[in-house]
């Protein structure tokens, strides 16, 4: 008899424990009632690190405008290039040279491609120019100097700097003087701030961020080809939501947006 009692205690109690999981958790032992889930869209921008600062503080502003969200992967313009190619997911492409951008539109990878400022190429020297330097370029053959270049075959800057010197009679002399080569112009200001190099050349928008100019300056290169490189963000045909997509294109063309690039030195 008392068997049975006890029994029959215990199936009232799990009887009243089935129950109380259907009310509270819907039979799933795993759910918890505290949390709300974000259901907030994502999407993905890759961006050429020379733009990464003025992208973070648009994001900011396309998070806190509209119903989306936005994750940002930065590094050298031909790696993000391959990450896509590779891993064939994202939604915006945004390197530091139109070139990348045009490379996808003939492989259709990118759908529409929207200008949006430009870059330009600079020497930059430490801070106060110790050295004397000036904007010649034949100076980057001097022996006496070390130099740091961006490499061809990596980043945007490096794309940009061989076809300039490329054209000089004097290419050869450049490249048996450089000192080192770096993967992109984060390389590049780390070189000046390290004392690496004497001289680089670099996109002159690098100097607007990071308190940069705390230790190095620009000079002009004088000569008469180095023209304004538009930078282009391209919407990728990976992209499944073309609604927040359009949104942050949106933010990038406001009045804050334009703001933000004068700002960074890409539409002075």
């Known amino acids: 008899m008392l068997y049975k009692t006890i029994l029959g205690m215990c199936l009232m109690r799990l009887l009243l424990l089935l129950l109380v999981c259907g009310l509270v958790f819907s039979c799933d032992p795993y759910a918890n009632p505290l949390i709300i889930k974000d259901q907030k869209p994502e999407i993905l921008i890759y961006t050429g690190i020379t733009m990464a600062d003025a992208i973070s503080e648009i994001n900011d502003i396309f998070e806190s405008r509209y119903d989306c969200k936005a994750s940002m992967m930065y590094g050298a313009s031909g790696y993000l290039k391959r990450v896509i190619e590779v891993n064939k997911v994202g939604d915006i492409f945004f390197p530091g040279n139109k070139s990348y951008v045009d490379s996808f539109i003939k492989e259709k990878i990118v759908t529409k491609s929207v200008d949006v400022g430009f870059n330009r190429l600079s020497f930059f020297v430490k801070k106060g120019n110790p050295l004397l330097l000036s904007g010649d370029l034949h100076q980057l053959t001097d022996a006496n100097l070390k130099v740091s270049l961006g490499a ?65 300056e620009p000079i002009k290169i004088d000569y008469d080809i180095v023209n304004k490189v538009p930078i282009t963000m391209g919407i990728l045909k990976y992209s499944s939501d073309l609604e927040c997509v359009n949104n942050f294109m949106d933010t990038v063309h406001s009045s804050e947006g334009k703001a933000l690039f004068k700002k960074y030195g890409f539409n002075d």
């Open 152 to 216: 061809n075959d990596s980043g945007s800057v490096g794309e940009e700097t061989f076809k300039l010197i490329k054209q000089l009679k004097y290419y050869n002399d450049i490249i048996s003087n450089v000192t080192s080569f770096t993967a992109d112009s984060k390389g590049l200001v780390s070189a000046i701030r390290n004392s690496e190099a004497d001289i680089v050349i670099n996109w002159l928008a690098t100097g607007f961020v990071n308190n940069n100019n705390l230790f190095m």
